[in-house]
């Protein structure tokens, strides 16, 4: 909409004034003081209840020489705007004093102001009227639109941020990834465990990865300690030095207990109790080794649950796809008979339709002529009975081989054909999935290789060794044999005491060695996760180029930065205003007058062209810009000129 009179009377220090634009630009001039700013102030007071600063409890009343408000005056201000389709409208709003006299009391007290609103002459609510200026765009957008300075000075980051994202659509994450081949990796990496095409959003991803980094460098973190504790176990004994130690710790307990049990028992009871005990032993390493398979097999307990589970589903999958092709097929045949059946149909109504009456004209007896009212007659019949047939041909086909009946049958049949591609495809998925489960079954360690086999067979081997040593055991005195079982027992003392030595520093290797495995795998996880984290950030500065760059190509002489690169590398959202000078793109902040009018012009443009809208945009101080570029806009330029004493207005 344009601007085509704007009317004060009494607004702040103009007691009667008409700014006459007809819809187009105009340059208004005058000395500080004359009231040029004051024609904004109205225009914005009328359309959004604000002066032209947006100065927070604004009063349009005017004041005297004291600055003291005066009484008994109404203020008003009229506008009269062409709006898009050629119509005009008046708006209006007046400013009043409210005086009341109270009872008993012939003098009327002051009890606050009232504003009056109009829209062509017709009071109306303030809900009505602003009811009314939604339909014109609303008080946002006029700001918007009317203001220069509105959206850089007066609206807060936030907001402005809002705006200029309505511009354009978010940029999708994947169309970043595309734009960009360093960011490539992040195809494989957002995808979901298990999924073939289901990513994590950015967000998620980021929680992911910094989950995942943070559990990772912990563990890191904690191994090194652990690697040391366990460090301390090792000795330098070898394999083969332990298992000489082993033997000769068995030599000597069969010693020992052979010259324990000759002081209490016969050689032949001797050699009867170790040999149960061997046996026993031998009943004990079967039942450790079925209970090493049956533990290994555990471990593949969830994988065969899940296998049965999808065995069974595609066996039922499979069964609904085989059902919903036998009812494919079924209404294929269906189409084909109902088809065929139209066709018959359609060649006998063709047929019957064809045929013409075959009567005689003359009389078969009597050779005369028949008459021509009888043969009227009978062709009346004949047609009769034609008409018949053909209504009964289009009823049948009507019921039971119409087009409308195979055209159902055939959407049917599209619908069936999706179902049993659909159904097919999830019989494949499954089968996908059952693959991948079978190829995680494991295989059972050998128990000949386990800790538990080799400790029972040491066993049974000492027993027999005491068997062996009891058989060639010589008779000694009691006191010999003591004096023999106390030095042997020192001595299994300490082959016992290496030997535990050793298997602890066994046990501290292959502790280590998994340690170690986890490190690597740790650091691989933190190394993926810090990959993750690196193109995150890498990703939010690139959508960041896209979607700014999106955004200023709205704009031709000013620039939005929309993010900024924090110390650490990471991206914060902004929303600084930059104007453009004769050395480039400067913040508005500290950019001169005649820039901050461009970029306010510039932004007023560039929403205008997304509204699809204008409005008169008043621009103060406009001497201070020699070249004002107000194509597609009407601009009301506000000019201080010293030798104008009051306002004097000029056609742009």
Known sequence: ??????????????????????????????????????????????????????????????RDDKGEELHDLSTEVEGVYILDDGSEVTLKKVFAENWKKKRSSAEAVFSGHTVGYFVDGVPKKEKEYTDFLDSLGGAQKLMLLTTPQYFPEVLDVKKRRELLMGLEKDIHEFDVISANEELEPLRHLMLKPGATANWYDMDEFVQVSKAAAKAANDELKAIPERIDEQSRNLTDMTEKKAAELRAEAGRLNARKIALQMEQTKSESEMTQSLRADISAIKAKLEERRAEHIRKNNEGNADITVRLTELRAKQQEQS???????????????????????????????????????????????????????????????????????????????????????????EAEVEKLNSKVVSAEAAVKKTAAQIDELSAKLTAPEPFES?????????????????????????????????????ETESQIADINRQVAEYEAGCRSRERIAELEKQQKLAAEAYARAQQGLDLAELFGRRKAEMLTEKINSHFKNVRFRLFKVQINGGIQADCEVLAKTANGYIPYSTANNAARITAGLEIIKGFARHFGMTAPVFVDNAESITHLDSSGLQVIRLVVSKQDKVLKIHNS
């Not at 187009?24 to 109205?42: E, M």
């Not at 045929?355 to 009212?373: A, L, N, R």
Request: with cysteine; aromatic share 6%.
């Open 450 to 486: 386990t800790h538990t086999y080799a400790t029972l067979s040491r066993e049974i081997a000492d027993k027999q060794s005491q068997i062996d040593a009891i058989e060639q055991c010589r008779f000694s005195s009691a006191a010999e044999k003591q004096a023999q079982i106390a």
């Open 319 to 409: 069964a609904a796809a085989a059902k919903l092709s036998d009812e494919h097929r079924e209404q294929m045949r269906l189409i084909g008979r109902l088809r065929n059946a139209h066709d018959e149909m359609v060649q006998q109504w063709y047929e019957v339709s064809a045929e013409q009456w075959q009567g005689d004209t003359v009389c078969p007896t009597c050779g005369q002529p028949i008459p021509e009212d009888r043969i009227e007659a009978a062709k009346a019949e004949f047609n009769l009975h034609k008409s018949k047939r053909l209504a009964e041909l289009n009823e049948k086909g009507r019921s039971k081989c119409s087009k409308t009946m195979i055209a159902a049958v």
């Open 1 to 62: 909409m344009t601007l085509k009179t704007l009317t004060l009377t009494n607004f702040e220090g103009m007691k009667n004034f008409e700014l006459n634009a007809d819809g187009g630009s105009v340059s208004v001039y005058g000395d500080n003081g004359t009231g040029k700013t004051t024609l904004a102030d109205a225009q914005a007071w009328l359309l959004f209840d604000k002066d032209s600063a947006f100065t927070a409890g604004f009063t349009p009343k005017p």
